[in-house]
């Protein structure tokens, strides 16, 4: 790749090696910079990761938790199950507005996850909760497994 060019970095708000470079152009969903390359818009903060290390696999991510900083020193590669983790240990995983009751498409709330677990449990079978909470069993079934829901505790 050619080296980022004055017309992306003019696009930065660039202060001293330790402090956040905020992106200052146009963002996607989410906060972070998006800047258009030979016609394909792309993530700012990963076209720097792919600057000083050429094409990768994997995901950019930031030691920052600025979605709008573009400073290399903030910046490294790391897989999906890193940003997971890492979003779950900056308490960040209902930041979307897309999990739990936060969730507009949820019938449930964290007391009914509590309750269908314990349920569950008991010995109550996934096919008669979900006709109990009117949701699906797979949906029982990912709740009972842990898969969703991650985030209350039994």
């Excluded at 930031?62 to 020193?73: E, F, G, S, T």
């Excluded at 490294?76 to 199950?81: C, D, K, L, N, S």
């Excluded at 960040?92 to 969730?103: I, K, L, P, V, Y």
Aim: aromatic share 8%; glycine share 8%.
């Amino acid at each position: 790749m050619a080296q980022l060019n004055e017309r992306f970095w003019s696009k930065v708000d660039r202060g001293q090696p330790d402090e956040c470079w905020e992106w200052q152009a146009s963002t996607m969903g989410g906060g972070y910079g998006q800047f258009k390359v030979a016609r394909q818009t792309r993530y700012a903060h990963r076209l720097v990761l792919e600057e000083i290390h050429g094409p990768f696999e994997g995901n950019a991510l930031h030691h920052c938790d600025n979605r709008a900083c573009v400073n290399p020193y903030h910046l490294y590669i790391g897989t999906q199950a890193d940003n997971i983790q890492d979003a779950s240990e900056r308490d960040r995983m209902d930041t979307s507005g897309c999990s739990g009751e936060t969730n507009g498409r949820t019938q449930l709330t964290k007391e009914d996850v509590r309750e269908i677990r314990k349920a569950y449990d008991r010995g109550t079978l996934q096919t008669r909760l979900a006709e109990e909470y009117d949701v699906t069993q797979t949906a029982i079934s990912n709740i009972v497994n842990h898969n969703t829901w991650t985030h209350i505790d039994d």
